[in-house]
């Protein structure tokens, strides 16, 4: 039987990473970019998921050449769906 070798990559958290209670990891690209509870986190922090005033950005998944498919949400709980390159 084969053997498997599994890497790990260790990211240090920034203090204004909002790490704490994220949960698992959802998704995880070749990079190592992480989709946790909305957020993709990178080796140097979380990535920055620009959207107008009044929006939140929610990562769903993340592809293998930084592409983040998501939505924003407002304040009624309006959903649409969006995309960055990151």
Known sequence: MASAAIRLRVVDATPDAPLDGLGPGE??????????????????????????????????DVSDDGLVVGQTVNAADTVVPRTWKC
Do not use: E
Request: charged share 20%.
């Open 27 to 60: 998704k995880v690209n070749a990079k190592g970019w992480v989709v946790v509870s909305g957020y993709v986190m990178r080796d140097d922090g979380p990535a920055t998921l620009p959207v107008p005033t009044g929006l939140r950005a929610v990562a769903k």
